[in-house]
């Protein structure tokens, strides 16, 4: 396939928070002329998910946060704040101007349309 590589969080992201950053797990299937990405970002805050391509890099960052109901006191808490994070790399094989992007049920379908294939191309030269 080739078509897309996973980098993680880059070690050049300056930390502007304490609070931790999670990678969300993906699978990337191919059906025809079509990637489908799947990353799972349960609890993320719709409003803050930020889906950017900026010269072949996908990057995907999303907000989670936890809240107590009211009128409940918090016992034990193992859920943590954060920000998701995750970028990957397109080939030129990968249309990047016509992404389709959904959330549902904390998880994100990116679904990216394979590039027209321009194939060889025949090249006439004029003599002069």
């Known amino acids: 396939m080739n078509q897309i590589t996973s980098n ?5 992201t300056e930390l502007t928070s304490t609070a931790p950053i999670f990678t969300p797990p993906a699978d990337i299937l191919e ?20 889906v950017t ?10 907000r989670v946060t936890s809240d107590t109901p009211q009128g409940y006191v918090a ?9 998701y994070e995750r970028r990957f790399v397109f ?9 389709d992007a959904t ?3 904390g998880v994100l379908r990116l679904t990216v349309p ?15």
Not at 114 to 128: C, L, N, Q
């Open 8 to 12: 993680g969080p880059s070690a050049a």
């Open 31 to 50: 059906k025809g002329d079509a990637v489908v990405m799947l990353l799972d970002v349960p609890g993320a805050d719709p409003a803050s998910l930020d």
């Open 53 to 62: 391509l900026d010269k072949r890099i996908l990057t995907i960052t999303a």
């Open 75 to 83: 016992a034990h808490i193992e859920f943590r704040d954060g920000t």
């Open 91 to 99: 080939s030129e094989q990968m249309d990047g101007e016509h992404i």
């Open 103 to 105: 959330l549902k049920d």
């Open 114 to 128: 394979k590039a027209a294939d321009t194939g060889a191309k025949k090249i006439s030269v004029k003599a002069e």
